[in-house]
């Protein structure tokens, strides 16, 4: 199920039915406004890239691109990597429409800039790249697609299938270059060079890398037709300049009593009014998904005469429709043409705009640990009488209700304000989920966003001191069943060594080229976090080798994804790795080869820290981070592209939590195996050194209060 999606600040994003006004001298296949014989290519095969291809655009800020093309059902549900319909571009340069999972999207790479973090949704033009979604598509299904980006605006228009949308960027570029190295790539004819980038560079998103592009696979014998544009369509003969402005949020409904709009320009004369125009038809919808069905039940329909402009439609009364707190609303004019009828093809079809009164307070995201209560609260505004019922993500969904001794659902009304309340007594592995609140009145429904609960717990458990299963398997002692097997090699025999806890063969050696990882054949674990979700990684180490990964989730080679716990010698220093974002610390007279160590990694969604030997040795806040579902976990080893570079050294406890275990508890994870006790405060707080932050440890901070340690001077107090 898709989690709602609702407006930001930062975008507008304004979606378009069914068809643009149609200038009779203007008959293009593909874009109804252009003429076909102004296409700078127009292909009716599949074909690759060629140089030069195309001529530079100018300007070199504005392009379109249209296809026509019927997807096979292996295109639609591809999910290896971007299935290509076109593009053009180099290495560096360039933009393109790229099938993705079912769904088309638009990316662009403009000016140098930093595209790691690049997502299907990215409208910040600050660092030279971006990417929009036009649209889903079905498989077997011929689609008439196209997208105009104009970066002199910021505006991007797009059409699927008849639905448009203008999505507006929030950063404009200092320099443009959206063709690349002019080459055209059209569904590509074979192996997709990766050099045809079309703005899919670098990403650590799959579906926008350039590494994984893939060719179509057409239904044989439909036809296919691209095309690129030196120009861009223009929304201005659209009804245009509503208020409130497009995606407002936070309207306040009880002083909010009308909507209004200027009449679509005359195509002849700019900034005047289409004489043709007489009348508006005028439909307001309740919230909806991305991607807007053309059967949704209007919520409010009127029509106005033609006038002077602006437009003002009355709304918000016991006469039209009523709306409250947390509520979207959608609206959209279709302009009558010489009084023709709603529908007809000569009526001007215009955005479909949008606000939002101030949200509803929405369910939070519970961690809890076994045992413990989650609660969910949604609040909401309704004029009218309301109820709710709760649901848990599915496929079906699944009915929360009371029937389970565990489960409480409440619902208090104060006024206007409705608060529906979920409460999961004594959370456990099979309650984990999203759930979402969905609230009813007579005139509407409305849907809460989707809140997870996570049962915190260890997801991984290997002692490593014996072979507990069959095909030289490790068993998962923490019940998730992550068992490990030999990766890379099988050795005939096993090393042991002393444990960390002194016991005897209580330790794997390491002294050959082998890793261990899951059973499962994609590599990945049950129950880890994925994405920015938390985790936590222990492991006893024993001897090392520089630069080498203890254990984590890797893969180097693909898309330069890892997220490893690693040691690095001379000196040494513990890390904790994810592509770009690496986190260093080192206690050189703790770490010899020798002694046992103890590390940890652990990310709390926001920050994450290294711990050495139970104490806190470095933490940070990375841009991003976290788990891909996608990558290996291997102990021993964390580069799954790479033959070598296999840990050398003994190995003990290894675990692995779901959640971002607090320094206390690694303290006491610390005095476990050694026996020995630790203080966790600084010396800097403890100064006495007895582990107790007291008086005495006040008073000899203050002895030296406002001594001045700088040599010569600190100059006066002020």
């Known amino acids: 199920m898709k989690k709602p999606e609702y407006f930001s600040l930062r975008i507008e994003l304004l979606i378009l039915f069914i068809c643009l006004f149609a200038v009779a001298a203007l008959a293009g296949e593909i874009v109804p406004q252009f003429d076909d014989a102004d296409a700078l290519v127009d292909y009716t095969a599949a074909r690759d890239g060629n140089f030069d291809d195309i001529t530079a655009l100018n300007p070199g800020s504005t392009i379109t691109f249209a296809a026509k093309f019927t997807p096979s059902a292996d295109d639609v549900t591809e999910d290896s990597g971007p299935v290509a319909v076109i593009e053009t571009g180099g290495i560096t340069y360039g933009s393109g429409i790229w099938l993705c999972e079912g769904e088309l999207h638009y990316a662009f790479r403009a000016n140098n800039g930093d595209n790691i973090g690049r997502t299907f949704n990215d409208f910040n033009f600050a660092d030279g790249a971006g990417a929009i979604k036009m649209g889903d598509i079905e498989a077997e299904q011929e689609v008439m697609a196209w997208v105009s980006i104009d970066l002199n605006s910021g505006i991007v228009l797009s059409s699927v299938n008849g639905v448009k949308r203008i999505t507006y960027l929030d950063t404009f570029p200092a320099s443009t270059n959206l063709t690349g190295n002019l ?11 990766t050099e045809s980038m079309g703005g899919l560079n670098g990403s650590t998103e799959p579906m926008l890398n350039s590494e994984n592009t893939l060719s179509m696979s057409p239904v044989s014998g439909t036809p296919v037709r691209g095309q690129i544009f030196n120009i861009v369509v223009d929304p201005a003969l659209f009804p245009n300049d509503p208020t409130p402005a497009p995606a407002s949020i936070n309207i306040n409904p009880d002083n909010f009593r009308e909507v209004s709009f200027d009449t679509a320009e005359n195509p002849a004369n700019a900034g005047s009014q289409n004489p043709d125009v007489t009348g508006h038809f005028v439909t307001f919808y309740s919230g909806m998904d991305d991607d807007p069905n053309l059967d949704i039940a209007p919520l409010y329909e009127t029509f106005i005469s033609a006038g002077e402009d602006p437009i003002t439609v009355s709304i918000n009364t016991p006469e039209t429709f009523e709306i409250g707190l947390g509520q979207e609303v959608f609206w959209g004019v279709e302009e009558q043409i010489s009084e023709a009828p709603e529908g007809d093809s000569a009526n001007i079809v215009g955005p479909l705009w949008g606000f939002a009164t101030p949200p509803a307070i929405q369910p939070e995201n519970q961690d809890v640990f076994a045992g413990e209560q989650a609660v969910f609260e949604y609040i909401f505004t309704s004029k009218s009488a ?48 999203y759930y979402y609140c969905i609230a009813t009145n007579d005139a509407d429904e409305i849907q809460s966003e989707s809140a997870s609960l996570a049962v915190k717990r260890m997801v ?17 002692l923490s019940g998730s069943g992550n068992d490990l097997v030999p990766e890379y090699n099988s050795p005939d025999t096993f090393t042991w060594a002393q444990g960390a806890d002194g016991s005897e063969n209580g330790a794997l050696v390491f002294d050959q080229d082998f890793a261990l990882g899951t059973k499962k054949p994609d590599g990945t674990m049950n129950d880890i976090p994925i994405g920015d979700d938390p985790y936590t990684m222990l492991v006893w180490f024993k001897g090392t080798t520089p630069d080498v990964g203890l254990l984590g989730w890797g893969n180097y080679g693909t898309n330069y994804q890892c997220n490893a716990l690693a040691i690095n010698a001379n000196p040494y220093w513990a890390r904790n790795y994810w592509w770009g974002a690496d986190l260093g610390a080192s206690r050189d007279f703790l770490l010899t080869n020798d002694n046992w160590h103890q590390l940890v990694a652990a990310y709390d969604g926001d920050a994450r820290s290294i711990y050495i030997d139970g104490l806190l040795a470095a933490s940070d806040n990375p841009v991003s981070h976290g788990v891909q579902s996608s990558e290996n976990f291997l102990i021993g080893k964390t580069n799954t592209n790479s033959s070598g570079e296999f840990f050398r050294g003994a190995l003990d406890e290894i675990k692995v939590f779901n959640y971002a275990v607090s320094q206390t ?9 050694t026996g020995e006790n630790i203080c966790v405060y600084p010396p800097a707080y403890d100064v006495t050194g007895d582990c107790r932050v007291n008086m005495e440890d006040f008073s000899a901070i203050a002895s030296g209060w406002l001594e001045c340690g700088l040599i010569p001077t600190c100059g006066p107090l002020e």
């Open 183 to 193: 080459t055209v790539t059209f569904l590509g004819a074979g192996t997709i060079d």
């Open 386 to 433: 309301a109820s709710s019922a709760w649901y848990k993500e599915g496929d079906p969904k699944v009915v929360v209700d009371d029937s389970d001794p565990d489960i409480t659902i409440t619902t208090v009304q104060d006024g206007d304000e409705f608060t529906s309340t979920l409460y999961i007594d004594n959370a456990e592995v099979a309650d984990q989920g």
């Open 460 to 476: 991984g458990y290997w002692t490593l001191d014996q072979i507990s299963g069959p095909n030289n398997t490790f068993t998962d």
């Open 665 to 673: 508890k690694v303290a006491e994870l610390y005095a476990d195996v």
